[in-house]
């Protein structure tokens, strides 16, 4: 009589079972061992998982899909960083090909940060292209945040090495003469649109991470320039630096203080 494999061995050699329907599922289901049926039951809830996801990721393909159905080149833009007191918005444009496959781009905010950071560089890889646009602090105090913001998005679009035909937007509309869909929580139903959110969200953060390092003391590693306990606490300390936005109202009463 064949001696049934152990439960660990069963557990690696089931890892890349990718369809409820593979044969050795079967055996697994007539293994008696409590054991067995815990993986089991395990491995059926991670296919559903991984079924769920492709389904909620073909979704955020809709806007897309129709538009390369006519040939056209979509790019998503998304922004990150209009309400910090610190650092610039960011924005940034990334154009999809039509064989893009990474379930797991979602909006940036529905990701944990070790999620974004796995993320970013497989973009990078996969995308037509990426570029990123910044408005700075100084442009955020001379034209509003707003303002700053689509002049950022414009940037981001100025800057891709390859031309798109078509944006998808969220729900902003961008300064360039070329057709835009505008989509309320884009980055949720756009993948486009949340593939330029972790990009955004990624290289922000970077940044605020060196200047965290160029001005001590505000936290901004942690907090990318919100307004958290630890960078009010800072700004009364240490006082205002060349990268706070001094017409935000925190910020302003330091100055005028």
Do not use: C
């Amino acid at each position: 009589m064949t001696k049934a494999p152990s439960l660990a061995q069963l557990k690696t050699d089931l890892a890349d079972v990718t369809s409820v329907d593979d044969p050795r599922l079967a055996l697994l289901a007539a293994d008696s061992r409590k054991g067995a049926q815990l993986l089991l039951t395990q491995i059926k809830r991670r296919l559903a998982k991984a079924e769920a996801a492709e389904r909620a990721f073909q979704q955020r393909l809709h806007y897309e899909r129709a538009l390369w159905q006519r040939g056209q080149l979509v790019a998503g833009i998304d922004e990150v960083g209009r309400g910090p007191l610190a650092g610039p918005v960011v924005t940034s444009a990334v154009i999809l090909p039509e064989t893009f496959d990474i379930p797991l781009v979602n909006d940036s905010k529905q990701l944990t940060p070790k999620e974004r950071e796995r993320l970013y560089p497989l973009i990078l890889a996969q995308a037509t292209a990426v570029s990123v646009g910044i408005g700075s602090p100084q442009l955020i105090d001379q034209i509003n945040i707003y303002q700053a913001t689509r002049v950022a998005m414009q940037r981001a679009v100025l800057g891709l090495g390859v031309a798109p035909q078509h944006l998808i937007v969220d729900a902003m509309q961008i300064p360039v003469d070329l057709p835009q869909t505008r989509l309320i929580k884009g980055d949720a139903k756009s993948a486009s649109v949340a593939a330029a959110s972790i990009v955004a969200k990624v290289y922000r953060d970077h940044l605020m991470a060196t200047y965290d390092e160029l001005y001590p003391g505000y936290g901004f590693a942690q907090n990318a320039g919100y307004g958290t306990a630890e960078h009010l606490a800072g700004l009364a300390d240490r006082g205002v630096t060349p990268i706070h936005r001094q017409t935000f109202s925190p910020v302003q009463k330091i100055i005028n203080a």
